[in-house]
């Protein structure tokens, strides 16, 4: 009888939270908290420099995820994955960083490999370009 308690209290929070919408990670933080948390370890790294103080907590979540996959390590890319969908931090890196394919050839071909799994990276990332850069000039 107990245990058929703790499933119908179980169901009640879930549904609640849930209905909620909040978006909780691994780690028991909010998607709000995660974000703020990311911020401070792009702030810690320098890489608001040109932004003005008062902006850096209300940058939006493409410059976000673009910073934190050029400056921030693999414990915190992981992590966009939890607090975005696939399919937006994937966007992102094909809008911001496949472009720039010289400058970022190498860490484009590890993404590609590691996160978006392309059996054939560099062929992926030059095709990838390519298309962006057509898409761009029509």
């Not at 934190?68 to 992981?78: H, K």
């Not at 490999?113 to 392309?118: C, K, T, V």
Request: proline residues 4%.
């Amino acid at each position: 009888r107990s245990s058929g308690r703790f499933f119908l209290h179980m169901c009640k929070i879930f549904t609640t939270f849930a209905a909620a919408k909040v978006n909780v990670n691994k780690q028991g933080m909010t998607q709000p908290q995660a974000k703020q948390q990311l911020i401070g370890l792009l702030k810690n790294e320098q890489c608001f420099w040109s932004y003005s103080p008062d902006s850096i907590d209300y940058i939006s979540d493409d410059i976000l995820i673009e910073k934190v996959l050029l400056y921030l390590d693999i414990p915190e890319i992981d992590q966009l994955f939890r607090i975005y969908p696939y399919k937006k931090v994937k966007q992102v890196w094909l809008d911001k960083l496949v472009p720039q394919l010289e400058y970022y050839y190498s860490l484009n071909r590890f993404f590609a490999w590691y996160y978006f799994h392309s059996k054939r990276p560099d062929q992926y990332v030059k095709s990838m370009a390519t298309r962006h850069f057509n898409c761009k000039f029509k």
